[in-house]
């Protein structure tokens, strides 16, 4: 029986932090084990989400940071500047999904927030969205009708979340919504560390004809804590073309499309 792939470095991150949540702190020898690496493997990775901020170094280990459980910051994330190309390329395949004189839901996120300009090429667009720094990029395309949904201000994020935010988009007819998130895979299907979000992402998911994921590949593999819905709920997934070739074609027998965006060459 063939083993499972190795996880890639952001898979494996993911992974540490969710052992971490559950223990608080663990020693390396321990993550070494229950990753399946080597010891200075986990170092590397340690020293990458201690830049990040998310966890501190202890002797012979490693603990969470006190904001353990919460995404990176947006506006300090070196990882969206990094990833920005693919979340263009993601963005200009999403942006066919929409027509003109449609209610549109952007969800927090820059790949969601790099879809603006495109929808700016469409007549009679309303944008709903939840995420503070796409409603001041809409601020340059006075032809967009805006709606912001309110709700309690998550700053890691720049968005709101909770039942707030939940009860204006069931106030809503969203003709297609653009849902985001940082981690995916076909076994958990869309997680999230932050128990709010679930609230709003499945508010979305009732209030929407169409629901479309947008998530890179680096995303893939990935889960955390709390449970938004499995992959078959989406009507449409896309993300870029360095998705694995078994899980798009997974998605597909589950009856999803998938639409791989191609990357550019360098």
Known sequence: MASDPPLIPEQRQHELL???????ALSIRHLAEL?????????????????????????GGVRLTERAGTETPRERTSRAVLELPRKKAIAGEA??????????????GTTCEALVPHLALRSGVTVVTND??????????????????????????????????????????VDVAFLSTGAWDTTHGVTTPELDKV??????????????????????GASERFKVAPLDAFDV???????????????????????LAPMAAP
């Open 199 to 220: 609230t709003l992402k499945r508010a979305v998911l009732d209030a929407a004809s169409v629901c479309v994921l947008v998530a890179d590949s680096t995303k893939y």
């Open 132 to 173: 503070f720094f796409a409603i001041a990029t809409l601020r340059d395309y006075p032809s967009i009708q805006t709606i912001h949904t309110g709700g309690t201000v998550d700053a890691a994020s720049g968005s709101a979340t909770g039942p707030l935010a939940a009860a204006t988009l069931g106030a809503l007819a």
């Open 35 to 59: 990753l399946g690496v080597s010891h200075m493997t986990v170092r590397r990775d340690i020293v990458v989400l201690e830049s990040e901020g998310r966890v501190v170094s202890v002797q």
């Open 95 to 108: 942006a066919a999904l929409v027509v003109d004189d449609s209610v549109v839901f952007l969800d927090a």
């Open 237 to 259: 997934v896309v993300t870029d073309d360095e998705l694995d070739e078994v899980a798009a074609a997974e998605l597909r027998e589950r009856g999803v499309e998938v639409r």
């Open 18 to 24: 969710r052992l971490l949540r559950g223990a608080g």
